[in-house]
Each structure stands twice: as C-alpha cells, then as structure tokens.
C-alpha cells in the first residue's frame, strides 16, 4: 500500500449516550462518513468506553465500574465487527477493560485496544505501562500487558501503544527493530500538561522510526462538570521531518480541546504517504539521513560525575 487514509475520532468524553444503542449507532455514523470519504480506518481513543457510565446503573458502586463496562464491552463487540464488516472500514474503538485473573488482583483488568477489520479479523493489545490511577484505582486494578503485538493490515506492519506507552524509550528501542508502516497511539489524558507529554513524544517517535504515528486523544472526562474538567484531547498524524513526505513532520492535526470548548470532532487524515516512509527507511536516495538503528550500548560514562 502507497497511501492510506485514517479518519481519528477526538471523542469528547462528556457525551452522554442513554444506551449501548445509542452509543453504537454513534460509532456506525462515524463509520459509514468515514467509508464515504474512503477512509481504510477509524481511530477512537482510549476508554472511550466511560462515556458509557452515563447509563450505567444509578447504584453501580465505583469499585465495581471496570467490571460492569468489561461486562458492557462483551455486549459491544458483535455490534461493532457487524459494522466494521458492513461498511468496509477497519475500526480501533478505543481500549476497554477486560477482565483478567491475577494472583495479586484477584479480579484485575488489562486495558485492551482492539482493531477489528472488514474480514472479520481482529487483534488485540494492551496497556504495557499503567498511571498510579489505573494500577491502584477505586474502580478497580488494572494489570500491565506484558507483550507487544505486531500484525499486518492491509500489507502494512502496524503495532498499537496506548497513551503512556507513548513516553517509554525502552518501548520504542524494540518497535524500531520491526521495520512499521504505522503506529497508532489511543490517549486519554487528564490536563495539557498529559497532552503534551503523550503528543510531543509520538511527534518523536515518527522522526525516530521513521513511519507514519497516528495518536488521538479524548476530550474532557465523564460525568464531570465542564467547568471542572481538565481533560485535553485531540488528533495528530506525525511524519518524518523529511522533504519527500513532510517538512515539518505534521500530515494532519487538531489543536488541543476541552470539555468547554464542547468539541467533539474527527480529523480526516486523507493519504498518508507510508509508502515513502517506507523507502525513507529503506535508504532510499530521497531520504535526506540514512537511516539505522542506533544503540548506546557501546558508550562509557566519563567525568568527574562518574
């Protein structure tokens, strides 16, 4: 595949949804516009899935939350795979907690991404590094994955990292072994500051690896009033800084959002050249640095400091 085109969703968490129903024919509408405008994928962000609290039990006590929206994610993924299969457009909607049996959590969960495609295929990865509010939260623990999945879609080699893994070098050190046609990043953060954090690092991470980084992050938090609510979301599509694909390394982007701004958008990000990045890579003689992985193993620490 030269190109491909990629719609990503900036949900705004706000959205009050009154059922599963009403949240799903939401996603179906955003899939049937994106098929229109022939777009392969669309990207949701991460734990779009509380906007589902919304109509979650009126007494459902918060240490039971991650186990009644597992339950609710079970009861969505037919749904979703019938849509993503009837309008011809791959689907990551967002990540969702299932449940995992663990020895120090007896009922832990992982936050899991999952992309479903139009052949009925689906994979699946979680969360490998965990915020202190996942891992010790009231609504209940979540467990960190522990693996990294690469697969192919469309011919293209793609992994999933999800929010914080965006910020990890150890992480990226072993994906900038496997050779990637895309990496998309599902977000959720609390503040700008988060935002910044997750966004800056996937712009480098493009330069790093030189490939195609799709990151998308939702807006505000649920069931909070907006004038509290310091969520920051948005959408970017980052390239390599290189004169052949992007001079900036920007293919497509939203500015930042809250919850006061009320916005609830997608960014289309039409024709992604993963082609060139992929000759760019290659050492292609367009690319303006030759690419290679570099590693620090071979330097010693000198000075007086050492």
Known sequence: ?????????????????????????????????????????????????????????????????????????????????????????????????????????????????????????????????????????????????????????????????????????????????????LVIIPAKTDMITGYNRVFSCARARAIELQTAVCCVGAVGAPLTPWQEDTGVGGASVYLPCDVSVALDGMHAALPPQTAAEGMDVVLQAPAIPVGQCRRIRAGAAEAEVRPGLWSGDHLTVEGNAA
């Open 1 to 181: 595949m030269e190109h491909v085109s990629v719609d990503l969703w900036a949900a705004n968490l706000q959205v009050t949804p009154d059922s599963l129903q009403s949240w799903l024919a939401s996603v179906e509408l955003r899939l049937q516009q994106a098929a229109a405008r022939e777009a392969q994928l669309l990207v949701m962000p991460e734990f779009c899935c509380a906007q589902w609290l919304s109509f979650a039990p009126a007494d459902l006590p918060a240490e039971q939350q991650l186990g009644w929206l597992a339950q609710t994610a079970a009861l969505a993924l037919d749904p979703m795979r019938r849509m993503v299969e009837q309008t011809g457009v791959a689907l990551l909607p967002g990540t969702f907690p299932v449940a995992f049996p663990s020895v120090d959590a007896p009922e832990g969960y992982l936050n899991q991404a999952w992309f479903l495609t139009p052949d009925g295929g689906m994979q699946v990865q979680n969360k490998l590094s965990l915020t202190p509010l996942e891992a010790n939260g009231a609504s209940g623990v979540t467990i960190a994955g522990t693996g990294i999945n690469l697969f192919d879609w469309n011919g293209l080699r793609c992994v999933i990292a999800i929010c914080l893994d965006a910020e990890y070098t150890a992480l990226w050190s072993k994906l900038g072994e496997l050779d990637l046609d």
